[in-house]
């Protein structure tokens, strides 16, 4: 006996301890239904070491595989099980459902010019000439051969591997009642001149030798319609995605040896100079070498305003160049850059699947098996109660017809599809669809205080002097400073260049760590330093300015002094600046339901004052906490019975990101944080983790509303069905139209808009 692929592929393989599994990607091709994707998913997780996920919306699988497996071996499990399978090329087009869209008009427009004689000759006896049945089966029999063949292809082909889709229920109702038609008009006596069939939306028993060529008909109709409309859906579906995949620049002016060159995007390397000239896009991430612009980022963040940039500036490939002229040099290329990780991160998250949809899969995969048991009883029951064989066999079409669980399988994967491509045009990247279940649940947020409710950045606040002014204290400050690199030093002298332009050298510089810097400017030897340091050095400092210096560091500020000739004449007080949005988006996360909690490494006092000018409360302030103790306090919320979600943008904020049910991790933070979190917010405004809470729930809705009514419609029309009181063609004509709810609700999510305060400023990135 010749073994099958998943068994040779198991067989084949020895995956030792140092074994990594490895991730791909395949297009599956020839998928109609919710069974075909559960039963591909089925034939590859049997192979040892394989984990697999197929998504019907978007007819991709998602595979990870210890390195014995080949793609190769891979490709030939999912073809044994009666499908194709092949590596997704790059380009954005493989993304575009357009031709089988195409092909499906084609034998949509054929089969209903076909059917529609068909089905008014049979609705209106007026119309039934002499021999009128004749001529519906010769109208009718194109329709079911031709016009049902993918039906028909991937029932034969479901039958060969022993299996049962929901092309099966169609290709079995369509063939039965075309076949008891032409066996009731050549032999039953429907063929006799003369005689004249009405037609009822509730099937009519026992009236005689009648054919049911305008249901065969009538149904590949009404079902090539739905799958038709199903797949124009979700090609709309998709048009975020294929959005982020046409960012990218194809071609890119590099600068090699001083010459200039016109290069494949892709032949660009790591180091490489490049020009970006007004109203082009940046070809890959990098730093800003020469020149300044303006750059509209609104495509990669979803921020509309403008960002100015120069010098030193890192830039996003795919960000489009509004301004000058830039020189850039490329730091990320390919797979590393922004844009390629947010792509990856969206296709995994729609391919992934929520717990509701597992439930869903698991329903489907017997649900086809129990309706052709159902069908089976119907017609033998209502044989066995008398009834004519006519109307066991309406009765038993109806239910095979009906059944098919098309929007059951449509109903989460379409959805995810919208959300998540939504989202990525606002900025908002979720990493899996069961991160949609945690946001339902979350009821306390977790803040990082820095880089995620302030800037992450010092900031002067002010200068006190006593007999000197402003200017010359700020001046002779900002010029002793230039020569530190200290994030204090560097906050102090971009204060004193943005208000005093210029300043001048310094000379005979020096730090000493703790003690703080000096030198010469101007002929005035220039000292600055912690107030304490100084007046222990044995400088003089008025009384007004140590209290000055108390009540700025009560208030959370970091203290400089600056003295010269032996005498503290003046202080600077800097502080991590609060983001202008922080106030905003702890509004907006309490609307939510969410309590916000600050932890932060700083002292008490900077975590109150911080707290106050967002709207925390005191009592909801956990200061001088070290990383490890971040996830601590995330467990012991936990175990207070609170579902937490963590915000945050370290290093350091990592374990607690991985550790909470929900992490949101900003996008201008460090990679190990981004990885770390469920969501990412990709231009690291704090109101945009709200706006995604809400996405990820009212994406759940979504959900649940499309298996609420996919279940409903099977659940209350097979009864029905099976009772003998609904018509075949009206049943098949509700099932097509129910994928199309299904997936017609899902693109509801593409009006989802953020919150109000946003509204008007997403411009060009709200349009998919």
């Not at 009822?200 to 005689?208: F, I």
């Not at 990885?675 to 959900?703: F, M, P, S």
Request: proline letters at 5%.
């Amino acid at each position: 006996m010749t073994a099958s692929a998943p068994e040779k592929v198991a067989a084949g393989q020895a995956a030792g301890p140092d074994a990594r599994p490895r991730s791909i990607e395949l297009d599956i091709g020839g998928m109609t239904c919710a069974s075909c994707a559960t039963r591909i998913e089925r034939k590859l997780n049997k192979v040892t070491g394989v984990r697999a996920s197929v998504n019907l919306a978007t007819e991709r699988a998602t595979v990870s595989h210890p390195a014995e497996v080949s793609v190769d071996q891979l490709v030939e499990v999912v073809r044994t099980a009666g499908y194709q399978a092949s590596a997704p090329k790059p380009e954005p087009e493989t993304l575009d459902p357009s031709a089988p869209a195409a092909a499906l008009r084609l034998r949509l427009l054929v089969s209903a010019a076909l059917a529609l004689p068909v089905l008014v000759i049979s609705m209106v006896p007026a119309a039934q000439f002499p021999y009128w049945q004749w001529v519906q089966l010769a109208l009718a029999t194109p329709v079911v051969a031709w016009g049902a063949w993918p039906f028909h292809r991937a029932a034969a082909r479901n039958l060969r591997h022993r299996a049962a889709t929901m092309d099966t229920l169609v290709s079995l109702g369509i063939t039965v009642a075309s076949l008891w038609s032409t066996y009731a008009l050549v032999f039953g006596g429907a063929g006799k001149p003369g005689l004249r069939q009405g037609f009822s939306l509730l099937p009519m028993p026992d009236a005689g030798p009648a054919t049911y060529f305008d249901v065969a008909a009538g149904v590949t109709a009404f079902l090539l319609l739905g799958r038709w409309l199903e797949a124009r859906s979700r090609r709309k579906a998709g048009a975020a995605l294929r959005a982020l995949l046409e960012l990218g620049a194809k071609e890119v002016a590099v600068r090699r040896n001083g010459v200039e060159t016109l290069i494949p995007v892709e032949a660009l390397a790591v180091g490489d100079e490049f020009l970006v000239r007004p109203g082009e896009k940046i070809a890959t991430d990098g730093m800003i070498e020469e020149g300044t612009s303006t750059l509209d980022r609104s495509m990669i963040t979803g921020e509309s305003v403008p960002e100015e940039v120069g010098p030193g500036i890192s830039v996003i490939g795919g960000t489009v160049n509004v301004g000058g002229l830039l020189l850039v040099r490329a730091a990320r290329i390919g797979a590393d850059t922004q844009l390629a990780q947010l792509t990856r991160l969206v296709t995994a998250a729609q391919t992934g699947k929520a717990a509701v949809q597992r439930l869903a899969d698991r329903i489907s995969a017997i649900f086809v098996p129990a309706v052709l048991i159902i069908a089976l009883g119907t017609a033998t029951g209502w044989l066995i109660s008398g009834r004519s064989a006519d109307f066991a066999i309406t009765a038993a079409v109806a239910v095979l017809v009906i059944a098919c669980p098309c929007a059951l399988g449509l109903a989460t994967p379409t959805a995810l599809l919208v959300g998540t491509g939504r989202g990525a045009q606002l900025g908002i990247l979720v990493k899996g669809p069961e991160v949609l279940e945690s946001t339902r649940r979350v009821d306390t947020v977790v803040l990082d205080k820095t880089g995620t409710v302030t800037t992450g950045a010092m900031k002067l606040f002010s200068v006190v002097g006593t007999t000197v002014s402003r200017t010359r204290l700020l001046r002779l400050a900002g010029a002793v400073e230039a020569g530190s690199e200290h994030p204090v030093a560097t906050a102090i002298v971009t204060a004193a260049r943005a208000e005093l332009g210029e300043l001048p050298p310094v000379g005979e510089f020096g730090a000493v760590a703790g003690l703080g810097v000096h030198g010469r400017v101007e002929g005035t030897v220039v000292r600055l330093g912690r107030p304490q340091v100084l007046v222990d050095a044995g400088l003089a400092m008025p009384a007004a300015l140590v209290r000055a210096g108390a009540d700025a560091e009560g208030a959370g500020q970091t203290v400089v002094a600056i003295a010269w000739d032996d005498r503290v004449h003046g202080i600077l007080a800097l502080a991590d600046a609060v983001k202008p949005t922080s106030a905003a988006a702890i509004r907006a996360l309490r609307e939510l339901g969410l309590r916000p909690i600050l932890l932060t490494g700083d002292n008490a006092s900077v975590a109150r004052t911080v707290a106050g000018q967002v709207g925390i409360d005191g009592a909801d302030v956990i200061s001088q906490v070290l990383p490890a103790e971040k996830v601590e306090v995330i467990r012991r919320l936990q175990d207070e019975g609170r579902v937490v979600a963590m915000i945050g943008d370290g290093v350091n904020d990592a374990p607690a990101l991985a550790a909470a049910d929900l992490g949101l991790a900003m996008g201008t933070g460090t990679d190990v944080a981004i990885e770390a979190g469920d969501l990412t917010l990709v231009r690291g405004d704090l109101r945009v983790a709200a706006d995604a809470i809400r996405l990820a729930r009212q994406t759940l809705r979504i959900i649940k509303g499309n298996l609420f009514w996919a279940f409903a419609y099977n659940v209350a029309v097979l009864p029905l069905a099976a009772l003998g009181v609904l018509n075949p063609m009206i049943g098949g004509a509700t099932m097509a139209f129910s994928s199309v709810f299904v997936v017609g609700n899902s693109l509801r999510l593409r009006r989802f808009q953020p919150s109000a305060r946003h509204r008007g400023r997403h411009v060009r990135s709200n349009k998919p």
